[in-house]
């Protein structure tokens, strides 16, 4: 089986479904002839055409109005926005638009596409290339929200992605496409094909939306990420030598409640991680949902280690990102914690 | 008669991509000296023909033609000229420290140095500017520190943005330049906005707007473009055609179909296609629309057609996209090296003066970087730490005042 970073991972899931389906189509800034600025619709346009797979006018909103009218004709557009910060001229037709069409027209239409977009930061690339913006997303009813952490996943979620009906927020970790960056600074970086998930098969797989991965299995305490946070957090666990579950969600919604409930009710300890800010994040609705399913389970106060409540701050990068020091420190204080 | 046919896609294609031959036929060009030159004053319904035009004023030999000649003297050109080279010199300094990993990001504006100075030299420094990051030149041409621009780059200690934003999206208000973003295009209605406040107010002053031809798709140029005509907006709205968009020919933003200034004759607001190598026509189709919007005449939209001859950014390779020799076909020449030849046949100016000119911009510039790589360059310095919480609103909420005791700063 080959070794792929994410990537080729994610080039090889758009390949795949542009040879399965001539329903599908790829568009997006940059992305036909030159093949995306991250590459990851490198070489699409030459083998499948110009139709299959081109550049569009810089207009995110245009973008998304545009595919959700090819979805509702029957086709399964896969379109990308460049950097997740710049969803936002879109958030309306996701919002207003996608999310509603199947509700409110009472099934007569609906929206079957998928938004890929590389999001997050530890690249240096200021407040807007760098943003985390799921928990916009994921309080939309109607909008699925996606969020692989390695070249396995991303293929298998991605072509899930593109198979379903109803719309997919695909976040691509840009920290990670190249190697599971784990937030450690200084050293260089593992590049993926050191890992076992860079073991992608050629073909068709899926990996199920709302399907968690436990990637540590642990009975001291449940870790809860995505992402890149995902190896943040192993590495973290690692350093403290924590009897750790560490989940990777994978989607957040559809959200798998049934591996999180069971783990902290294992464990009666939770730990929750997330790159964007804190307040109103994802976090704060893990929390609530582990305190309802899981009060009488809690042995220790749930702890979020989350980005500030600030814009991403270009200078102070490594400041802001939840790296696995502030991981660690949580993971000790919910270990320690006695009623 | 309908013919049974079935309907195709339209994909854009550009005239040349690597190893093709460079092609710019695509360009109306007419000789310099050949558009009109309407009055101020004249109904926008008599000005269609404008958006089709070509206002130039240099000729080929380095002759200041036609209607559109501003009279300008010598120390004006030679303050001009100075601001491009400058720009120029910096741009290429600059690019070799992010190379050299003093910086993350860097962006140059090769071949567009006119499009920034020449208006920035038009305008007064009560009015506002909202400009892309490719039009440090605006900055250049009014002596803004090169310390300052250095130091942001580098998110050292000085930074006068406090190390929060990305290098090169400078703020600058003291010198009429609004807040730059990375967001493309979300400045090109509060340019409207900053101009309906100065009619609201009965000012003067006018707000003056660029925009990548690029990111005319965004609806952010169509609404300011709505409102610009419907309040009569005093505001210069100028469309920047370097031809390219990252790896996007022109025509991916529609300039197959139409040019980028006949964007104005939907809105009824007068539309002017001005040759942007060329500083005496940027300065003069600037000077037009500026006494219009000062007339209270409104609104005008002015694409200066140009070239991007460098990449787009540190972070790209145009021969990935583009003939590699296409930068020595553009049509239009260098708007250095056009307004030098003008200043030299004018009999103000030699290669000597010049070439000292140069020496001296590259001095500045020299000494700049060094001030701030003394100060520190990108993670070898930078504001204290305490600054990430600052600003976020004018005064911090307990989220902030805790999140900076957890970090401890
Ligand atoms: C809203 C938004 N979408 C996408 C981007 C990514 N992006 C940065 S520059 C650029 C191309 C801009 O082209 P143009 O407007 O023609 O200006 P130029 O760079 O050629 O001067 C793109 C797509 C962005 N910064 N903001």
New binding site residues.
């Given amino acids: 089986m080959p070794a792929m970073n994410m990537i080729q991972a994610i080039n090889s899931a758009l390949d795949v479904m542009l040879e399965r389906d001539p329903r599908v189509l790829i568009f997006g800034?940059?992305v036909g002839y030159f093949g995306g600025v991250f590459r990851a619709t490198d070489g699409l346009m030459e083998k499948h055409g110009a139709k299959r797979c081109f550049d569009t006018p810089?207009s995110?909103g245009g973008i998304i109005a545009t595919a959700i009218g090819m979805g509702a004709y029957g086709l399964r557009p896969v379109a990308e926005i460049?950097?997740a910060?710049?969803i936002l001229?879109a958030y309306d037709q996701l919002v207003s638009e996608a999310a509603r069409l199947r509700y409110r027209s009472g099934g007569e239409f609906w929206s079957p596409i998928t938004v890929r977009s590389p999001y997050g930061g530890g690249i240096f690339g200021g407040q807007?290339h760098s943003a985390s913006p799921e928990a916009l997303f994921a309080h939309v009813s109607g909008l699925k929200t996606v969020i692989p952490s390695s070249p396995y996943d991303a293929k298998g979620l991605l072509i899930s992605a593109i198979e379903d009906d109803d719309p997919v927020i695909f976040l691509e970790p840009k920290r990670i496409y190249n190697g599971p960056f784990d937030g450690r600074q200084g050293i260089p970086l593992k590049p993926w094909s050191t890992h076992a998930a860079s073991a992608v098969p050629e073909g068709h797989y899926t990996v199920p939306l709302g399907k968690a991965n436990v990637v540590r299995p642990g009975q001291g305490v449940t870790v809860l990420a995505y992402g890149t946070m995902v190896h943040v957090c192993l590495a973290a666990v690692d350093d403290v030598g924590a009897d750790a579950e560490v989940i990777d969600l994978r989607s957040i919604v559809p959200l798998d409640i049934d591996t999180v409930v069971q783990s902290v009710r294992k464990t009666g300890r939770c730990v929750i991680v997330h790159e964007a800010s804190r307040f109103s994040g994802f976090g704060a609705e893990l929390s609530a949902l582990v305190q309802e399913e899981c009060f009488y389970h809690l042995q220790a106060p749930i702890e979020r280690v989350t980005g500030w409540d600030t814009p991403y701050p270009h200078a102070f990068e490594w400041d802001y990102f939840p790296g696995p020091q502030r991981v660690s420190a949580a993971i000790r204080r919910c270990v320690e914690a006695r009623p | 008669m309908l013919k049974n046919s079935r309907l195709q896609l339209h994909i854009p294609r550009p005239p040349a991509r690597p190893g093709e031959t460079p092609d710019f036929s695509y360009v109306d060009l007419q000789p310099a000296g050949a558009c009109r030159r309407p009055p101020t004053d004249e109904a926008e319904s008599r000005m269609r023909d404008l958006p089709f035009g070509l206002v130039r004023v240099l000729d080929d030999d380095g002759s200041a033609v036609g209607p559109w000649a501003p009279e300008l003297g010598d120390e004006h050109l030679k303050r001009g000229l100075r601001a491009m080279v400058l720009t120029r010199i910096f741009d290429d300094r600059m690019f070799k420290c992010h190379r050299q990993g003093k910086t993350s990001f860097f962006?140059k504006s090769t071949g567009?140095e006119a499009l920034g100075a020449a208006p920035s030299m038009v305008l007064g420094m009560e009015d506002m500017c909202f400009p892309?990051?490719?039009v440090v030149s605006y900055l250049m041409a009014r002596d803004y520190p090169l310390a300052d621009l250095v130091n942001q780059i580098f998110s050292n200690a000085a930074d006068p943005l406090k190390g929060r934003q990305l290098p090169i999206l400078y703020s600058a208000r003291r010198y009429g330049f609004y807040s730059l973003s990375?967001?493309?295009?979300?400045r090109f209605g509060h340019a409207v906005g900053w101009a309906m406040a100065s009619a609201y107010m009965e000012d003067d002053k006018i707000a003056l707007a660029y925009?990548?031809?690029?990111?005319?798709a965004?609806g952010d140029f169509h609404e300011a473009l709505t409102f610009a005509s419907v309040f009569h907006a005093p505001v210069i709205l100028a469309i920047?055609n370097?031809q390219?968009?990252?790896s996007?020919f022109q025509g991916t933003?529609g300039g197959q179909e139409t040019t980028f200034a006949a964007c104005s004759l939907g809105y009824g607001i007068p539309g002017l296609r001005v040759d942007g190598n060329d500083f005496l026509a940027v300065h003069a189709a600037t000077a037009w629309a500026a006494e219009r919007a000062r007339s209270n005449l409104g609104a005008t939209l002015i694409e200066f057609v140009t070239y991007?001859a460098a990449g787009?950014?540190t972070s790209d390779d145009p021969t990935r996209y583009r003939p590699s020799d296409e930068p020595r076909h553009w049509p239009l020449g260098d708007p250095i090296a056009r307004l030098k030849n003008h200043m030299i046949r004018r009999g103000f100016w030699s290669e000597e003066e010049h070439a000292a000119l140069e020496a001296e911009c590259d001095r500045q510039v020299r000494e700049a970087v060094k001030a701030g790589e003394e100060i520190g360059t990108l993670g070898k310095s930078k504001p204290g730490v305490e600054e990430m919480f600052e600003c976020v609103y004018k005064v911090p909420d307990w989220r902030l005042i805790r999140q900076r005791q957890e970090l401890g700063v």
């Avoid at chain 2, 990375?182 to 979300?186: A, C, E, I, K, Y």
């Fill in positions: 800034e940059d810089i995110e460049q950097f910060d710049y001229p807007t | 962006m567009e892309t990051y490719r990375g967001n493309l295009g979300s925009v990548g031809e690029g990111t005319t965004e920047t370097n390219w968009a990252i996007s933003a991007r787009h950014s």
